[in-house]
């Protein structure tokens, strides 16, 4: 038996509040965390890691099923969910486990869906027009979305200079 246990201690002790809140994640969530993990290991210049985070991002993102009903309405449906209630539920637990990281990241994170938020309604009103003659960005570091042909010379979200970002679509 292992130090600190005694024979009547088989219960699990209870789980936090928190942790009843957990459900298993998507192939395509495990897929985006991996995808994460690895830019973090880049920014370590762990570059073996990286690549091995790379390779569970892209093995899990086969894996995800392909979505055939998702429509404009699903998308702002869950980007209102997630400024609703997500932001600020993961906000108030971050800040009882005073995680300043988790804190920015989300503040960054919060900062981006409002924007993309921004950019539908935009689009429920423009249509394709809003995309013509123009170039689409995201920053990589944060998911900023940019529409337009003049780059910023620095994220306006995470301040990372304007190489970062990734030119979508044609
Ligand atoms: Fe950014």
Known sequence: MPEGQSAGSTAAPAAPAAETDLKPLTAAEVSALCS???KGCEKQY?????EAFMGLAAWFGGRERTVTDASFEQLLERVNADLDSGFPAVNAVSRQEGDRGALRALAWSEKVTRILKSLLTRYAQEGEAMLADTQVYVCTICG????????????PVCKVPNFKFEKIGG
């Open 36 to 38: 994460n993990l690895a």
């Open 46 to 50: 762990r570059a073996e890691l990286a």
């Open 144 to 155: 900023f979305v940019y529409v337009g042909n003049d780059l910023p010379e620095v994220c």
